[in-house]
């Protein structure tokens, strides 16, 4: 499939490869116009003119990590729903609320066609007959954006019954959260979505790809995990794993926040970016503020253990970072400069998991 | 008045019809009752319960699971204010204090005139722009105690009606599936076999 695509969305912008980001820059980049403009819904066609295992197979092949926290294999993920069961589901995991980490609600507010057209192939590949796109509660500006963008996509034939003219038919259904940290948890979140009270279930018997939403098989991916289907349909497995490394190819979404010179959302090379180049480097954060000295920062979300000056070099790969006591999580950094209050600091956090 | 309206009714008809299973549409009519009224109301809640085949209670319980839900009148204006770690270091505790001098009430409380109601939120997902706030679920990046006397001014002026609706209402615009062009739900019980594109063939 490598090079189907001339304007394949942002393969190279700049001197770093952008997969997910690259039409963050358009003042209209939530607009079908301007998604049609940039490539839009080309990576569906692509996976429509191959048979849906053989879609499966590429996202496989591909190695797209979930982007939530655990970092599961999307395709892996796919692939463990029992033989023969019938219907299946695809939940969407916007619910972001892992204290550091928001990629996805820049993803649905700035991109929202890109997460639908990977719905779309997600849906398509896996043999999903629904999709429930989950969105935080408070994320007004989210919600508005992806239901402004799925009433143009029904509106045009992207999705619904018989979708390019096809025998494929998916509704994609808008549906929202209330507030509540939980529900993030892939059980919960269906708890959820069947109306009940967002707590998690039991694993097992509940895992989801068996025994998920109304009993059914589920697959519940997250916002960005998706966001990367367009452009892996557009450019093949081969030329994704080009990019990053052989356990972490491709790219993901960070977060930095708290004493850096530029605070930011940034998209970094997988298993390649350190965090020393993430905190330091001009095209990244620039350095801690005043030039202070770094004294701690986390390294995925808020449950993560923290890290200290001595594991900057470490690059964004989940085995590294575990086998350092941590893990990659979410994609939230956190930065502590020399002034911060190291215990007041962790007694925020801990308030957060009590609430 | 707090069961819904006619207008309501007809839209939560078509939301309860994109689920496999009515009570789904639970939370999404949870919504649509606050945005009638500001707040849940018991008659809301009965009223939700028919429409979804539940009891009030079962409505009352999945409901005081969510923080947005509220079961009392809140201010015009929810005020919450971001305390988690990104924030914390941003100094969002200086930023508290300031909103409760400025508004004269503590967290949690609501102003004599109705107007605002002050809350100490968790992580609200922008990290970046900390210290933030959100007025009824609208962002406020980076502010300064300066940024929040504008702010209060202009809500109190009616300077941001057009930005920022009254509590109750979160997003403006909803999904809206045309009667030609959508699938329908897919209920489990209707489904044995495989869906027609599975079938070896590419679909283009």
Redesign the interface.
């Known amino acids: 499939m490598t090079g189907t695509y001339a304007h394949a969305p942002g393969f190279i912008v700049g001197d770093r490869p952008k997969i997910v980001t690259s039409r963050f820059e358009y003042e209209d980049s939530y607009t079908l116009t301007r998604y049609l403009a940039t490539d839009g819904y080309q990576g569906l ?1 692509a996976a ?6 053989e879609v499966h197979d590429e996202v496989r092949t591909a190695t797209v990590l979930g982007r939530g926290g655990a970092g599961f294999p999307a395709g892996t993920k796919w692939g463990l729903t029992p033989q ?1 069961v ?2 299946r ?1 695809l939940v969407v995991n916007g619910d ?7 990629k ?2 820049l993803l649905m507010e700035r991109d929202p066609h890109q997460l639908i057209e990977g719905c779309l192939i997600a849906c ?1 590949a896996a ?4 999709c429930f796109l989950y969105i ?6 989210a ?2 954006r992806v ?2 963008a ?2 143009d996509a ?2 045009a ?1 992207y ?3 018989n979708i ?1 003219g ?6 994609i ?9 939980v529900v993030g948890e892939e059980t919960a979140l269906i708890e ?8 998690p279930r039991l694993k097992p018997p509940f895992f989801p790809a068996a025994n998920g939403l ?3 098989p589920t697959i519940v991916n997250n916002v960005e995990t998706l966001a990367n289907l367009p452009w892996l349909m557009c450019n093949g497995a081969e030329a994704y794993t080009a990019i990053g490394t052989k356990t972490s190819p491709g790219t993901r979404m960070v ?5 850096v010179k530029r ?3 940034y998209e970094i090379v997988n298993g390649v970016t350190t965090f020393r180049d993430l905190l330091y480097k001009e095209e990244f954060c620039g350095g801690i503020r005043n030039n202070n000295e770094l004294k701690a920062f ?1 390294p995925g979300g ?1 449950s993560a253990p923290w890290f200290t000056p001595d594991q900057l070099d470490l690059p964004f790969e989940g085995s590294q970072v575990g086998a350092a006591g941590s893990m990659l999580g979410s994609g ?1 950094i ?1 930065v ?1 400069d020399e002034t ?1 209050d190291i215990p ?2 962790a007694l ?2 801990t ?2 998991y009590a ?1 | 008045m707090s069961r819904l309206s006619e207008g309501n009714i007809r839209l939560a008809k078509e939301i309860i019809g994109r689920y496999p299973r009515p009570r789904s549409a639970m939370i999404p009519l949870l919504h649509m009752a606050q945005q009638q009224d500001g707040y849940i109301t018991n008659d809301a809640m009965v009223h939700i319960g028919e429409l979804v085949g539940s009891t009030s209670a079962e409505v009352y319980g999945t409901a005081s699971f969510y923080e947005m839900f509220k079961f009392e009148p809140v201010g015009k204006y929810l005020v919450n204010i971001c305390g988690t770690l990104s924030c914390a270091l941003m100094g969002s505790e200086e930023l508290m204090h300031y909103a409760e001098h400025k508004l004269g009430v503590k967290m949690g409380g609501t102003t004599d005139d109705g107007m605002f109601t002050l809350e100490h939120a968790e992580c609200q997902a922008a990290c970046t722009e900390a210290p933030c706030l959100q007025v009824n679920y609208r962002y406020r990046f980076r502010v300064t105690a300066a940024d929040f006397d504008s702010l209060i001014d202009d809500l109190s002026a009616g300077r941001l009606v057009d930005e920022i609706p009254a509590h109750g209402t979160v997003a403006r615009v909803g999904q809206h599936i045309p009667r030609d062009r959508g699938v329908g739900a897919i209920p489990p019980e209707s489904v044995t076999e495989a869906p027609v594109w599975l079938d070896g063939k590419a679909a283009l």
């Open positions: 066609r429509l003119s191959r048979p849906a295992n023969g019938y219907p589901y972001e609320s892992e204290p550091g980490t928001y996805d609600r398509y043999g999903l007959s629904q935080r509660g408070e994320m007004a500006l919600q508005e239901a402004v799925l009433n029904y509106a034939g999705i619904g019954k390019l096809t025998h494929f038919s998916v509704d259904v808008l549906h929202w959260g209330a507030g509540a940290y959820s979505l069947e109306g009940n009270r967002g707590m109304y009993g059914q977060a930095v926040s708290g004493h605070p930011g959302v986390v808020g939230a956190m502590m911060t007041a600091a925020t956090l308030r957060f609430h």
